[in-house]
């Protein structure tokens, strides 16, 4: 019986990155649909439901992929709505590979050091810091995770996306406050940076330093933590010139500079491939998988 992914996608055309992936992953079949919205999901999942027996639909799938993170979390939510009693197929949601470039981030983090107790500083509250923030407290870390200064943006600076992205870092927070995740001993605090005296300050304290700024823009420059002895890891999610964090490179995994280590984009790019692939199988294994932030974490876990 062939294995078919239902790929949805928020972006006007779907992501030929993502079908391909699910070919090397094993899917025999991928249906791509572009330009979905929360209100065409019902239709496109509960048709798939009665093409199969029950034992049958862990061979259909659904991946939610696009641009638009916060869309991507609609998508998904309609498309558990539409299940009903075991008539249901497994889901993914990596909306801008989110969920498996953080999860691999911080599943290798967690890999070298323990976690629990250190202090940790995620300048950027787009979809891949908030998650890593949330992951990060999520295995005992106290966690802040900051805006961009605009004098650090400069004329990229956008009000409403700033507010748009702090605000989606605050219910994240939120969320972890009351999830079961918050009985490791975690915290997560949202803080808007009004200046770079500001981040300064919070650099003095931190033990990891995590840069989820968009891509080409440089954060941090070496006379920033080069001379802070309480930063011991540093990991920059940007692959484009200029680098987040100046004096690391793309490829450092772990390297060490001084005593701290430095994790690139590359370093974490590599196994995010894998872990992306894993979660593709893995969605073919039942018909019941939600592969959201923590399930694809989980996966990471497993293989990194």
Known sequence: ?????????TDTFASTFDSIVAYDAGADVVQS??????????????SVLFTRGIPDLKNIAVW?????VDAGELLLAEARRTFFGPFKVSLMLDSNGCNTTASTAIAKLARKIDLR???????GPGPVGVRAAVLLAGEGCEVQLTSIPAQLLGERFNED???RTLESGRRAAEAFRKSSAAASGGSLQVKDLPGLDVMEG???KAEILVAAGPAGLR?????????????KCLLDFNLTEPLGIEGIKPGDDFTEYGGRYALGALAIGNPKMKVHKACI????ERNDLVLDTEGVYSIAKQLI
């Open 1 to 9: 019986m062939k294995k078919i992914l239902i790929q949805l996608d």
């Open 33 to 46: 649909y572009g330009g979905v919205r929360p209100s065409d999901v019902r239709s496109l999942v509960l």
């Open 64 to 68: 939610i992929g696009g641009s638009d």
């Open 117 to 123: 107790e250190k202090s940790a500083l995620v300048l």
């Open 161 to 163: 996306l700033a507010r």
């Open 202 to 204: 919070l650099l003095d």
């Open 219 to 231: 954060m941090l420059p070496l006379a920033s933590w080069a001379t802070r002895p309480r930063l």
């Open 281 to 284: 199988e893995r969605l073919f």
